[in-house]
């Protein structure tokens, strides 16, 4: 009788975010539910959180980085009315939904965080980067993914921003999102100058609802993903204006770089102050 050799499968080894989603699928909060993407985060939820917190109130704005490219293409939705504050927030959770959409594809995933009522109150979006096999940004498939990316969401319960169905309004936002592609291109420089040179997680978003500010729905989910960066031995790299540089050292980032984020060429140009960021492995984790 032919001996049969017996083949072992063998199994596919945990990415980083594979360990983080074990482990914060494991957490229980105090001050509310632990939501992950997809299984108990939808997206287009994900979305609005993002977009209210960079769209801000009607008497705070948000995220200056944001309102800077708009003052320059689209400065009627600055204004402090109730229209106005709907547009930014619209907006924003349009334009970063492909931004949020691109780490997701790249591997990511979205950690929030519910109150008892069941309204999600802030999110995280974060991904495994690697610096030696990032991959150079590729105008073709881009272009694919952002098209998909675009009737995904147009699908969704938020959809696209009503005020973009004015074609004016298009081309303006089209201008805007080209600057937004340059912001890009400076992260990326930076990330690559500054970041760990070791497999990190790569923070990309960090937002809570301007309504449940205060109340520790951040605190409580950017804590979740420090513990999980320990639990998997890896440092964490953001991104952030210098005002928030105070916030995210309470979780044990250190800045590593301040950066000007310029936005604008001659009279029309805008620099803001900001700080390149890493939290380091716990030591008593490491």
């Known amino acids: 009788m032919p001996l049969c050799r017996i083949r072992r499968r063998s199994k596919k080894k945990l990415t980083k975010i594979d360990q983080a989603r074990a482990f914060l699928s ?6 509310g539910e632990i939501c992950l993407h997809p299984d108990s985060l939808q997206f287009y939820q994900a979305r609005k959180v993002i977009g209210d917190a960079f769209g801000g109130k009607t008497t705070d704005k948000g995220s200056d980085v944001i309102n800077s490219i708009l ?3 689209m400065p009627e939705i600055l204004g402090e009315d109730t229209a106005s504050t709907s547009s930014r927030q619209a907006l924003n959770a349009f334009g970063l939904g492909f931004f949020a959409d691109e ?32 991959r ?3 105008k073709v498939v ?10 995904s969401m147009s699908k969704d319960p938020l959809g696209v921003p009503p005020v973009l169905a004015d074609k004016s309004k298009m081309k303006q936002w089209e201008k805007a999102t080209k600057k937004m592609e340059s912001m890009d291109d400076m992260f990326r420089k930076w990330h690559r100058q500054y970041g760990p040179t070791e497999p990190h997680f790569y923070v990309g978003v960090v937002a809570s609802d ?5 109340k520790g729905y951040c605190k ?13 031995h890896v440092a964490c790299y953001l991104e952030t204006q210098e005002k928030n540089r105070p916030y995210y050292e309470k979780f044990g980032y250190e800045a ?23 939290r380091h492995v716990s030591s008593k984790d490491a």
């Open 26 to 31: 494991s957490q229980h909060s105090s001050v």
């Open 256 to 278: 590593v770089s301040k950066v000007d984020l310029v936005f604008g060429e001659g009279e029309e140009e805008i620099r803001l102050p900001g700080s390149v960021m890493v």
């Open 210 to 214: 301007p309504d449940g500010q205060g």
């Open 142 to 151: 881009d272009f694919f993914h952002g098209v998909r990316a675009y009737i």
């Open 220 to 232: 409580e989910v950017m804590t979740m993903l420090g513990a999980a960066a320990d639990a998997c």
């Open 103 to 134: 780490q997701l594809r790249k591997g990511g995933m979205i950690v929030g965080i519910r109150d008892s009522s069941g309204a999600v109150q802030a999110v995280i979006v974060f991904r495994e980067y690697n610096v030696m096999t990032e």
């Open 71 to 73: 003052s320059q293409t």
């Open 136 to 138: 150079k940004s590729n």
